[in-house]
């Protein structure tokens, strides 16, 4: 801004200008319509730790029970006769990487990105 610019005053855009008392009226409608949300916000703020856990145990206490039961019953029962197959990966998880990792490219090591040509399986 040089020293020929002219200076306008922001007073053309202060509702008070117009309506006198506008921002204490302003604030007593916020402070009302907010007035639920904040009491809520207010009580929650009150809840100590205690009662978070205690909260929390409604649902994790049975939820241990239950699954201290089937483990119980699981352990109970033993080892089962038949021992199930080990897990055999598809050959689509193996595959060959050329000697060229950029066919026709220059891969220098120390390149940001290396690329590698996988061959059909």
């Known amino acids: 801004m040089s020293h020929q610019d002219p200076i306008f005053t922001l007073a053309s855009l202060d509702p008070e200008v117009e309506e006198p008392g506008y921002w204490s009226r302003f604030e007593q409608e916020t402070l009302r319509?907010?007035?639920?949300?904040?009491?809520?916000?207010?009580?929650?703020?009150?809840?100590?730790?205690?009662?978070?856990?205690?909260?929390?145990?409604?649902?994790?206490?049975?939820?241990?029970?239950?699954?201290?039961?089937?483990?119980?019953?699981?352990?109970?029962?033993?080892?089962?006769?038949?021992?199930?197959?080990?897990?055999?990966?598809?050959?689509?998880?193996?595959?060959?990487?050329?000697?060229?990792?950029?066919?026709?490219g220059h891969s220098e090591p120390g390149d940001e990105f290396i690329f590698v040509e996988m061959e059909q399986w």
């Open 33 to 104: 319509r907010a007035s639920h949300e904040l009491a809520r916000r207010t009580s929650l703020a009150q809840v100590t730790m205690g009662q978070v856990m205690m909260s929390w145990s409604r649902m994790v206490v049975p939820s241990a029970l239950a699954a201290a039961t089937m483990a119980a019953v699981l352990l109970a029962q033993g080892p089962a006769s038949n021992t199930p197959a080990p897990a055999v990966l598809p050959a689509a998880f193996f595959f060959e990487i050329s000697a060229d990792p950029v066919p026709g």
